[in-house]
């Protein structure tokens, strides 16, 4: 089976080496020469076309020549902006990459799966399955649902808090912040880095639910107001907890300041050894499981 990805930049362009990593003869089509190994007319010639163009692009990509019963593979965020290619009429497999282009497909990063339309599709999420990559099935309508809180709703506050900062000056303190202040301010730096236009579209599904989100925050403020109406809620957090690298995570958020004398040089120096022994412990677990699984 011969695969096209079109819109061969960050996304695309890893899914493109993994499934050639795994035998697949894979091209690229791109609106830049420079990322195109093929023509606009030989584009009925592949099989699998996956598609990961910007979602506001979606529809113009829908005008090329794929073969009537091509696979098409959609990688986009907001799945409602995908509709164009459903209208198509091809068999399309839904994934959704919970991680960025400066990840790798392997290594346990997520994808959310949508429905398996045929041989080929299974035939992907094996090699995704095999290549270590994590799969969560959802349908369409799970998808749009949970993704409003599982992704749009932390990009919102992390931009959110970071305006805050920025609008009150309090961003120019940052360094007497908290620990989880500074990861906060450490997660969405990582954010903005990134294409506006993608997480704009992202909030923007949230936003579809704009007055449910805005009475939700107003009933949370106020429970909040009431001491044992606070704690029941700390109570009821603390039930779905997960600290599994928060000694990790608080350890690295000290790392973040420039040393400036010897003193912090080796205070610093203390957290990465303590750093490396939790990580090469943890790797000698996974590593036993590794072994009990052969």
């Known amino acids: ?52 163009v910007p979602m506001q692009s979606i529809k113009d990509v829908v005008r090329l020549n794929f073969k009537k019963d091509a696979l098409l593979v959609d990688v986009s965020s907001v799945k409602s902006m995908a509709e164009p290619l459903y209208k198509l009429g091809n068999p399309i497999l839904s994934l959704h990459p919970m991680f960025g282009p400066g990840s790798q497909v392997t290594g346990g990063h997520i994808i959310v799966v949508g429905d398996v339309p045929d041989e080929r599709a299974e035939y992907l999420l094996d090699m995704l399955k095999h ?47 908290s620990p989880l202040a500074r990861i906060m301010h450490q997660l969405v730096s990582r954010m903005v880095e990134q294409d506006p236009s993608l997480y704009y579209y992202i ?66 120096l203390k957290i990465l050894d303590n750093l490396i022994v939790n990580l090469l412990s943890r790797r000698k677990e996974i590593f036993r499981k590794l072994m009990d699984m052969s």
């Open 1 to 52: 089976m011969k695969m096209l990805v079109v819109g061969n930049g960050g996304i695309g362009s890893l899914f493109g080496e993994f499934f050639r990593e795994f035998g697949l003869k894979v091209e690229s089509y791109d609106c830049l020469d420079e990322r195109s190994t093929i023509n606009a007319n030989q584009i009925d010639a592949f099989d699998i076309i996956l598609i990961s």
């Open 203 to 268: 909030v923007m599904e949230l936003l579809k639910d704009q007055e449910w989100l805005e009475k939700s925050f107003r009933d949370f403020i106020s429970i909040l107001k009431d001491e044992n109406e606070f704690k029941r809620v700390f109570s009821t957090i603390r039930k779905y907890s997960d600290r599994s690298i928060i000694g990790e995570l608080l350890q690295m958020a000290r790392l973040i300041d420039v040393q400036d004398n010897a003193i912090e040089i080796r205070a610093h």
């Open 131 to 177: 290549g270590g990559a994590k799969l969560h099935f959802l349908t369409l309508e799970e998808h749009e649902k949970e993704m409003k809180l599982l992704q749009a709703l932390p990009h919102l506050l992390l931009m959110f808090n970071a305006y805050l900062m920025i609008e009150r000056g309090s961003i120019e303190n940052i360094s007497m912040a």
